[in-house]
């Protein structure tokens, strides 16, 4: 069994920074890819960023390119999503998931695990 529990969520500004950190438990974190998906109010969850393994490769959504960093340190099970330049469009309850594969991926059917969620606001 896995658990993901995400923080760093919060209301901010347009152009403004956040900085998502999911921490993981009760599996070898290193030896699978993680990734961050989203879901706004009406809409389909959608996939953000993904990492692999040893973080070495990564992989974004257009919409986010440029402005976000995904990022994991595996001594402390842990992955990262640092925003920047957010958008009111930003404004989604962000997931944490843990593949079944090691290189990334941006296909939510290769997740098996998720967390809880963190909700991130971006006013105008």
Same mark, same amino acid.
């Given at each position: 069994?896995?658990?993901?529990?995400?923080?760093?969520?919060?209301?901010?500004?347009?152009?403004?920074?956040?900085?998502?950190?999911?921490?993981?438990?009760?599996?070898?974190?290193?030896?699978?890819?993680?990734?961050?998906?989203?879901?706004?109010?009406?809409?389909?969850?959608?996939? *953000? #960023?993904? %990492?692999? =393994? $040893?973080?070495? &490769?990564?992989? !974004?959504?257009?919409?986010?390119?440029?402005?976000?960093?995904? /990022?994991?340190?595996?001594?402390?099970?842990?992955?990262?999503?640092?925003?920047?330049?957010?958008?009111?469009?930003?404004?989604?309850?962000?997931?944490?998931?843990?593949?079944? *594969? #090691?290189? %990334?991926? =941006? $296909?939510?059917? &290769?997740?098996? !695990?998720?967390?809880?969620?963190?909700?991130?606001?971006?006013? /105008?």
């Amino acid at each position: 069994q896995v658990q993901l529990v995400e923080s760093g969520g919060g209301l901010v500004q347009a152009g403004g920074s956040l900085r998502l950190s999911c921490a993981a438990s009760g599996r070898t974190f290193s030896s699978y890819a993680m990734g961050w998906f989203r879901q706004a109010p009406g809409k389909e969850r959608e996939f *953000v #960023a993904t %990492i692999n =393994s $040893r973080g070495g &490769d990564t992989d !974004y959504a257009d919409s986010v390119k440029g402005r976000f960093t995904i /990022s994991r340190d595996n001594a402390k099970n842990t992955m990262y999503l640092q925003m920047n330049s957010l958008k009111p469009e930003d404004t989604a309850v962000y997931y944490c998931a843990a593949s079944v *594969v #090691a290189g %990334i991926t =941006s $296909r939510q059917y &290769d997740y098996y !695990y998720w967390g809880q969620g963190t909700q991130v606001t971006v006013s /105008s």
